[in-house]
Nanobody, 123 residues
Framework: QVQLVESGGGLVQPGGSLRLSCAAS????????MDWYRQAPGKQRELVAV???????NYADSVKGRFTISRDNAQNTVFLQMNDLKPEDTAVYYC?????????????????WGQGTQVTLSS
């Protein structure tokens, strides 16, 4: 059973920083892209940052220059360093990954999601 487990959310003041982590566990063959999404109350889930297994990154315009995504392939973990946080960053943050699993000679790929971690900016 493959799982993504997130940690690092919390309550922070505007201008502060948080670091989110997401670790993949279970029996799998490899991990392709790893991403962070977020969903604010009453809004659709949106893509925040993407990192390929080769380390290429891409960011939503709203977080460029403030957030940094990185990954440790040896630990199957993706991180999101969030600096200069703003009230509009308040949301539940979800880790997502495309993970390949192998059953005998067949390799399948599917999407996996973490359970979400709350990030709240206090006034």
């Amino acid at each position: 059973q493959v799982q993504l487990v997130e940690s690092g959310g919390g309550l922070v003041q505007p201008g502060g920083s948080l670091r989110l982590s997401c670790a993949a566990s279970g029996n799998f063959f490899s991990i392709d892209d790893m991403d962070w999404y977020r969903q604010a109350p009453g809004k659709q889930r949106e893509l925040v940052a993407v990192i390929t297994n080769g380390g290429r990154t891409n960011y939503a315009d709203s977080v460029k220059g403030r957030f940094t995504i990185s990954r440790d392939n040896a630990q199957n973990t993706v991180f999101l360093q969030m600096n200069d946080l703003k009230p509009e960053d308040t949301a539940v943050y979800y880790c997502h990954a495309r993970i390949r699993t192998r059953v005998e000679v067949t390799i399948s790929i599917r999407d996996y999601w973490g359970q979400g971690t709350q990030v709240t900016l206090s006034s």
